[in-house]
T-cell receptor
Framework: DAGVIQSPRHEVTEMGQEVTLRCKPI?????LFWYRQTMMRGLELLIY????????DSGMPEDRFSAKMPNASFSTLKIQPSEPRDSAVYFC?????????????FGEGSRLTVL | KQEVTQIPAALSVPEGENLVLNCSFT??????LQWFRQDPGKGLTSLLL?????REQTSGRLNASLDKSSGRSTLYIAASQPGDSATYLC???????????FGAGTRLTVKP
């Protein structure tokens, strides 16, 4: 398996623009997680899905952030409008087991810079 | 609320040394604990997963132990190599929360 695949790897945009990050989980995994990593706050869970259904979105910073999982093999994280403080590395991860997380596998991340 | 702490924040050792990284967590009601490695600019790579019923897991030169009652885990690296230089993170999957909680990591440097 190719592992968790994220795109784009790097994104540089201007404040106010819409940003869409994409993730393809490992085939057969039923849970998908979006994390954000910054130097100041470390790894923070934004939202997670189980069987394509959002289970916990309490980590989503505000209404500017939204996430979807239309099918088992694809998820998006959208920021609209983007702000400089959104600059971070965004990771997608997937796991096979539920309700406990099981072994978590991460993608390479999408590094976002908002100017 | 589950909190995960890793000590030390950074560690520098000469090549060949055995070393121990520490992870502590506040809520012992856990499903499992996982150790990851992160290289600069990269994602997290899973190293070892310890289920709550297990005491330790081994993979090559790595050994992870779990003492659930005291809220502690250690990652032991034998005969360290410069290629082991990375940030090591532990994460706890708690029964009372919906996600894995991560420590801030220990940045390890192994000097040739």
């Amino acid at each position: 398996d190719a592992g968790v695949i994220q795109s784009p790897r790097h994104e540089v945009t201007e404040m106010g623009q819409e940003v869409t990050l994409r993730c393809k989980p490992i085939s057969g995994h039923n849970s998908l997680f979006w994390y954000r990593q910054t130097m100041m706050r470390g790894l923070e869970l934004l939202i997670y899905f189980n069987n394509n259904v959002p289970i916990d979105d309490s980590g989503m910073p505000e209404d500017r952030f939204s996430a979807k999982m239309p099918n088992a093999s694809f998820s998006t994280l959208k920021i609209q409008p983007s702000e400089p403080r959104d600059s971070a590395v965004y990771f997608c991860a997937s796991s096979k087991d539920s309700p406990n997380t099981g072994e978590l596998f991460f993608g390479e991340g999408s590094r976002l810079t908002v100017l | 609320k589950q909190e995960v702490t890793q000590i030390p924040a950074a560690l520098s050792v000469p090549e060949g040394e055995n070393l121990v990284l520490n992870c502590s967590f506040t809520d012992s009601a856990i499903y499992n604990l996982q150790w990851f490695r992160q290289d600069p600019g990269k994602g997290l790579t899973s190293l070892l997963l310890i289920q709550s019923s297990q005491r330790e897991q081994t993979s090559g030169r790595l050994n992870a132990s779990l003492d659930k009652s005291s809220g502690r885990s250690t990652l032991y690296i034998a005969a360290s190599q410069p290629g082991d230089s990375a940030t090591y993170l532990c994460a706890v999957d708690g029964i009372n929360n919906n996600d894995m909680r991560f420590g801030a990591g220990t940045r390890l440097t192994v000097k040739p």
